[in-house]
């Protein structure tokens, strides 16, 4: 039966940025397939932890400042799962910040910051990650890229090319880590009601102009990332390697 293959009962996916948003969306998603969860934030994941405790799974709870974490430190973190839970066979690289201003005003900080944790460290999770995964025959990285990944954006230009370099490093992990059995794809959200996204929703000329081009007619939700990132982790998606899968409301075709 073809739906065994999307099953991920005795899988562990560690997610980032699974205290809200879309992190929390996909770790739920996850769980609701079957995963156990261990759910990286700085913040504190306790209705994530309730949520997914509440499906019979369990959840393992870190709290890291991506900001400060060094590869050393990434590499502890992936220990404490196995620690706790046995194993990683999943891992959704999906916390990421934004910084907006003008070109002339962007500084440095909001340019490191951000590189920070939408790039660097998802390379060097990733990283670690990928060891243990070749270690027990293979295991999926399931990157979060965005629209602009392929577009220029406004006031975002450290976020641009973040994201943009997170659709390259996945196409170019997907070359070395096929071997391996390990599978790396990227996720690109469309325009999600999100926190990162609530001072454009407030801002009652540019939502509508957004809404206007949205073919399905309003924001996406965490909900509407659960399906692919579960394709995603599960054998269903065993000979994708290096996509960038839009899920955006059809805004691409516009």
């Not at 390990?182 to 454009?200: E, F, K, L, Q, S």
């Not at 990132?229 to 996509?243: C, I, K, N, P």
Request: proline share 4%; aromatic share 6%; hydrophobic share 45%.
């Amino acid at each position: 039966m073809i739906l065994n293959a999307f099953q991920l009962e005795g899988k562990v996916a560690l997610v980032t940025g699974a205290s809200r948003g879309l992190g929390q969306g996909m770790a739920v998603g996850l769980a609701e397939a079957g995963a156990d969860i261990a759910g990286l934030d700085l913040l504190d994941c306790g209705e994530t932890c309730r949520v997914v405790e509440e499906m019979g799974r369990k959840f393992h709870s870190i709290q890291c400042d991506l900001q400060q974490a060094s590869p050393e430190q990434l590499a502890g973190v992936v220990d404490e799962v196995c620690s706790a839970l046995g194993r990683v066979d999943i891992l959704v690289n999906n916390a990421g910040i934004i910084r907006r201003a003008p070109i002339f005003d962007f500084s440095e900080e909001n340019w490191d910051d951000v590189l920070q944790i939408n790039l660097k460290v998802v390379f060097f999770l990733s990283q670690v990650a990928a060891k243990k995964m070749e270690a027990q025959g293979g295991g999926k990285i399931i990157n979060i890229a965005s629209m602009l990944s392929f577009q220029g954006g406004i006031l975002v230009p450290s976020y641009t090319a973040a994201k943009s370099a997170v659709a390259g490093i996945t196409k170019a992990l997907a070359n070395e880590l096929a071997p391996k059995n390990i599978n790396v794809n990227a996720i690109a959200p469309g325009y999600m009601a999100t926190d990162n996204t609530a001072p454009i929703r407030a801002d009652k000329e540019r939502n509508q102009s957004i809404l206007d081009r949205i073919p399905v007619g309003r924001w996406g939700t965490p909900d509407d990332l659960k399906g692919i990132a579960v394709f995603l982790a599960s054998a269903a998606s065993d000979y994708m390697q290096g996509t960038v899968v839009p899920v955006d409301g059809g805004w691409l075709c516009r």
